[in-house]
């Protein structure tokens, strides 16, 4: 009697990802122990896939190959094949990807992967088409040119992955060599001038990512240096992205990247870290140039994360697909006629602004769209500042917003992960408290009340993911640095000291189970499982890195509590990667920006009065000040636990009282609002802290 035909494996998972692949006829394991004790008795090969639910190619990859028998033949025959939600496990997707890059040069999603049972990878590679083109072999080529080698000489394939492997874990290990100075951030800077677009703003060709952690970098460093170019920089970038067509600029939020220069056509997937980081970066802009532009833009964006990304509960969403009925952004492309007709009484306003063709098809839109479909992009920078500021938007977005939700709407996905979580909580608390919108703090704290933490234990941990009220996963660094500096931005909107105890807990665990001794973090626990690379990373990509971000957020809590430890902690990331920091300063703005706070804050301590703190505050908050904290001294418990020194704090003649602290010393104290305009940067200091009662 014929064995029955074995049964795909990812039916019971709880990743949107990999319930997309639970019907094909692979047999897909998730990552687990079955599998790879599979692969050893069998001694086959791994064929290892990552991927996420929103990728487009992904998708086609899928459809292509995943879901075609003669494929799914071969790998049923010969691998033991694996699926990974690199959303889920990010700690998985950051190790092969970098082996990946060791072995080609490159890497990106789908990622393909090729193992030994022992996880050692031989080949790489991204999106792979099922049959050859254009002289590039397909996938059904590649596994049997693998079947073939591994069942001639696999000892020779284990012993070359296994060399790689030592190759990896060695440079890893290597401890820092060296002592961080401070002119990389001035060579960061003209790197990023070197390859700055003056043309359309942004860095480089294409594709084009918007990295506002870059921008953010450029005004911070405008601040902290005077050079007006970057500032210049940053705006160019941010007008350029809101006159393309990555913004959407009917539903709000932004797309992730451009396949084109000028930022007209996306890639039209929606990632939450982009909203977030996005939603930061025009908030920084409206600060630092009073754009009005900017700040509807963020507000947008805001509204966006809200009434579409916000589950019920209170957490975000993840991510939202590129493709509606198999279309890639056939949910955002219009016709000509379909605005005209839209638009309804606001047709001659929408079609004056917005650079959209009679024609069937114009030559800069790429040609997977249907016929006719385009992007809504405007015709100007002009255009775009009229659009904004036009007193009938809000009638034009609800007319086209009609229309388009009878459209299919795109795949999203709902699962709810902690470390994206911890950025959108921290930007829409500084969006709420910068752009006077109470109902972003709000929705900040709905979502930072429901993160999945262990049920037990002291200090609590965090837990990555949450799908369908199941909450799973170890956390990892980024999941702990993003949502601390999430804590610590809900402080500073709401100065209710609960959110520092909540960032003192965090700190507690980053310090137990993912500090290393030569500084800098891992980005995964003490005796969590490590696949074959315990790593330690601080480039930024698409978004700041763990390392990049618990730096930012270990000075930024620093400078509230005076807690030097976390500094001294933050000093000790910075020199943990000067040797890579050294070779390309731009690859680390997110981290470089630590650095200038280090290097400018001014902190601020206020001890309530009978008058309250509004006045006081409302002086302080006003403009561009990026390196300035804030710490109300109210002596409830949770302030005096987390900011000891605030216990000394007095007031003056029992009025609201303002220190302006720098670099270890502060002012005389202040009781009148009108002083703080007249305080001069040369003021002398008196001691600070230790004792501040005058």
Known sequence: MANPPAQNH??????????????????????CEEAFS?????????????????????????????????????????????????????????????????????GGWPLSIVMTPDREPFFAATYIPKTGRFGRKGLIDILGEIVTLWQKNNTGVRDSAGKLRAAMEKQAAHPPEGTFGGDA????????????????????????????????????YWKFSGNTDARRMAEKTLDAMITGGICDHIGGGFHRYSVTRDWRTPHF????????????????????????VYKRVAEDTAEYLITRMQAEEGGFFSAEDADSDTVEGGTYLWTYEELREAAEEYTEEVLSVFDISEKENPIEDIHTFPRGRQTLAFASRDAANLWYTSENRTGIRNNLLKVRSRRPLPFRDDKILTDWNGLCIGALAYAGTSLGHPEYIRAAEKAA?????????????????????????????????????????????????????????????????????HGG?????????????????????????????????????????????????????????????MRAPSGYCHLLSAYLHMNSGEECVIVPGQEGTASL????????????????????????????????????????????????????????VDDIEDYPLSDPFSPCRAAPEH
Not at 10 to 31: F, G, I, M, R
């Open 10 to 31: 990812l039916k019971d998972t709880h990743s949107p990802y990999l319930l997309q692949h639970a019907e094909n006829p692979v047999v897909w394991y998730p990552w």
């Open 38 to 106: 599979r692969a050893h008795t069998e001694n086959k090969p791994i064929f290892l896939s990552i991927g996420y639910s929103s990728c487009h190619w992904c998708h086609v990859m899928a459809h292509e190959s995943f879901e075609d028998t003669d494929v799914a033949a071969i790998l049923n025959r010969s691998f033991i094949s694996i699926k990974v939600d690199r959303e889920e496990r990010p700690d998985i997707d950051a190790v092969y990807m970098a082996f990946a890059r060791a072995l080609t040069g490159t």
């Open 185 to 220: 951030v001035h060579t960061a800077f003209r790197e990023l001038s070197g390859s700055f677009d003056e043309e359309y703003g942004g860095f480089g060709t294409t594709p084009k990512f918007p990295s506002p952690h870059t921008i953010v970098f450029l005004l911070k």
């Open 269 to 292: 997937e929606k990632m939450l870290y982009d909203q977030a980081m996005m939603l930061y970066a025009y908030t920084e802009g409206w600060r630092a140039t009073e754009n009005n």
């Open 449 to 517: 009340g429901t993160l999945p933490y262990t049920e037990a234990g002291k200090p609590k941990e965090l837990l990555h993911s949450r799908f369908q009220g199941v909450s799973s996963g170890a956390a990892l660094l980024d999941d702990y640095a993003f949502v601390l500096w999430g804590y610590l931005m809900l402080y500073e909107a709401t100065f209710d000291a609960v959110w520092l105890e909540c960032a003192q807990n965090l700190t507690g665990v980053l310090s137990g189970q993912f500090k290393n001794t």
């Open 521 to 581: 973090y891992y980005m995964t626990a003490t005796g969590a499982e490590t696949p074959l690379i315990r790593q330690k990373t601080a480039y930024d990509g698409a978004m700041p890195s763990g390392n990049s971000m618990l730096a930012v957020s270990l000075v930024l809590f620093a400078r509230i509590t005076a807690e030097t430890a976390n500094e001294e902690d933050a000093i000790g990331i910075l020199g943990a990667f000067t040797p890579e920091i």
């Open 617 to 672: 505050l409302q002086a302080l908050t006003h403009g561009y000040q990026p390196f300035r904290t804030i710490t109300i001294a109210d002596k409830s418990s949770a302030i005096t636990a987390t900011a000891p020194f605030t216990r000394t704090m007095k007031q003056r003649e029992n009025k609201t009282t303002l220190y302006i602290c720098r670099e270890g010393t502060c002012s005389v104290p202040f009781t009148d």
